[in-house]
């Protein structure tokens, strides 16, 4: 019996799963806002056709083209399943956990799995040139690698206050041939306007990256936008997560009674989880779905109302649960955790009662602790962000030792943690 469970590479689902058609009430549309030029109008300008029809689909399965099955293998796809039958007796719990292991991706992260398709459509449709924004860093070098791939130009821009400690991840997105600009850059009219107003150093932020890569691909017929998160196309795509989760969970003969991620904008979350959400709306399988957040951003407890995605509201409005698009958030280490608002797909699942979240304080000690009792035992060293669903999935491990319940519980491990030990030793205070 072996605790790693892998797919074949011919068992790579042939189709995304696509949860509009399945959403127990429609998902509410885009909008413009009352003011200012049309941004649903702009959106053909913005963003490939490839990826805008996804967006609005209600096609239940959506063909993956063949050449972005192959450059999945390539980049590693299936990826295994592990039952973490070591850590399960470090907590004596009679709980069965298992992890998705999207750490084994060659940017350390599940975001290459849209990162892909995207790239390749943008490539199929003759653009020669790509821009987009990055907090923590692992999108602009998912994006990276993807547009090398491909053979496409990119322009990263990258949030000035994360940009500035992790070296490394600069130099790998040059690496794959990217040009990276700390945000707010003087590229852009909204990044001079910044730097005007307040210092050189202003640290930036999400929303002010995102405008940033708008405005850029505005002015260039031959760029396109790609966004990493949030968007009902990037959900879709990253549903090749919990369509092989749950085929790699039949393989055992399991089934989780539990789902467990982080959530930021919702795309590794809603990746593993959108497929065991069907289940529960259309066949009424009794699973808990838990979010884990920081105290920080905890978004998915922000109003549900529409709101603009980016700081300088050139994005339509979209309806989510959220804490406000020009609201600024404490720095964490799980700096991917630091978004505004979730996903629509997710904050509609959440306002109709399906999600559950759990908030973690913005120390982060807990979290990483936790996190350092599964890396003694299962090996593996997780992103900043991917040690928020470790803790919740070990918190519902520890219930289910206090109730006695042999609970099954599936939750994903969104990144590898090679470019983050600065913040696990911080906040450890590793010697
Ligand atoms: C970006 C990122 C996240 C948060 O974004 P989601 O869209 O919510 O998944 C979580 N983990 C890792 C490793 C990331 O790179």
Redesign the pocket.
Known sequence: MHDTISLPPDEIPRSWYNILPDLPSPLPPPMDPQEGPSRLGNLGNIFSKGVLMQEGSTERYVRIPEEVRELYIQSGRPRPLVRARRLEKALNTPARLYYKSEFYSPT????VNTAIPQAYYAKQEGYERMATETG?G??GTALAYACSLVGLDLTVYWVRAASSWKAERFRLMQLYGADVHPSPSDRTEVGRGLLKEGDMDHPGGLGIAISEAIEDVSNDPRAVYSL???LNHVLLHQTIIGLEAKKQMEMVDDYPDVVVS????????GGLAIPFFRDRIKEGRDIKFVAAQSEVAPNLNGEYRYDFGDYAEQTPLLKMCTLGHREQFPPIKGD??RYHAAAPIMSALRAEGYLDTIIYPSDEEYVFQQTKKFVETEGFLP?A??AYSIAAAMDEALACKESGEEKSILFNI??HGFMDMHGFADVLKLG
Do not use: R
Not at 262 to 269: A, K, P, Q
């Open positions: 350390g992260s599940h975001k923590a692992q999108w990493g998160s949030v982080c959530l930021g904008g919702g795309s590794n979350f991917g955790l992103a962000e991917s969104s990144g």
